[in-house]
């Protein structure tokens, strides 16, 4: 059985920086892409970066220039590097990763940023 595991979460003041992990684990397949994903309240999920295998990488407007994506092929890890956090950047954040033909979510992970 397939299992996402997200860590990095939490509090922070506007300005700082938190990291937040993604690991799979249970499948044999290679990590193809994967996307960060975030979710404020009253609002739709929306999709703030992406990453391939071969480490192309895409990011929301939003947080371009202040978050980086990146990965682990052969852990099977993505990251998300935010800095500069801003109040606004509130929400659960989510990772989706394609291993093989199937893609997952994970559980989510709640980051706050205050004032």
């Known amino acids: 059985q397939v299992q996402l595991v997200e860590s990095g979460g939490g509090s922070v003041q506007a300005g700082g920086s938190l990291r937040l992990s993604c690991a799979a684990s249970?499948?044999?397949?290679?990590?193809?892409?994967a996307h960060w994903y975030r979710q404020a309240p009253g609002k739709q999920r929306e999709m703030i970066a992406g990453?391939?295998?071969?480490?192309?990488?895409n990011y929301a407007e939003s947080v371009k220039g202040r978050f980086t994506i990146s990965g682990d092929n052969a852990k099977k890890t993505v990251y998300l590097q935010m800095s500069s956090l801003k109040p606004e950047d509130t929400a659960v954040y989510y990772c989706f990763l394609h291993l093989g033909v199937a893609a997952y979510w994970g559980q989510g992970t709640q980051v706050t940023v205050s004032l």
């Open positions: 990453i391939t295998s071969g480490g192309s990488t």
């Open positions: 249970g499948s044999s397949y290679s990590l193809n892409f």
